[in-house]
């Protein structure tokens, strides 16, 4: 099992920019995958909230809506994950969550590990 701890929410205006910080622990080496959700206020977390993964490869997927917006990348050597976000829209508010997990060539990212989230609320 990984542990997960995130960091880095906060309240941001419309254009501004924060980076979301997932510290991993535990069982690193189990896991080949990582990335971050969103939930919206008053909706469940679903598969299609996915905002950006990446894989030990580095190969990284993003959802079209925040392309060219959020970048997602690692430092191994601290085991933490991030995600640069710039050009904050209203829209982008949500609870964030890390996840690690595998990603398999035929069935895509599986993740079992999730962290607890954190808030980035973005005001117009």
């Known amino acids: 099992q990984v542990q997960l701890v995130e960091s880095g929410g906060g309240l941001v205006q419309t254009g501004g920019s924060l980076r979301l910080s997932c510290a991993a622990s535990?069982?690193?080496?189990?896991?080949?995958?990582m990335g971050w959700y969103r939930q919206a206020p008053g909706k469940p977390r679903k598969t299609s909230d996915m905002?950006?993964?990446?894989?030990?490869?580095?190969?990284?997927n993003y959802a079209a809506s925040v392309k060219g917006r959020f970048t997602i990348s690692r430092d191994t050597a601290k085991n933490t994950l991030y995600l640069q976000m710039n050009s904050l829209k209203t829209e982008d508010s949500a609870v964030y969550y890390c996840?690690?997990?595998?990603?398999?060539?035929?069935?895509?990212?599986?993740?079992?590990?999730w962290g607890q989230g954190t808030q980035v609320p973005v005001s117009s």
């Open positions: 996840a690690a997990g595998l990603w398999w060539i035929t069935r895509g990212y599986e993740y079992d590990s």
């Open positions: 535990g069982s690193i080496t189990s896991i080949n995958a």
């Open positions: 905002v950006a993964e990446i894989t030990s490869g580095d190969s990284a």
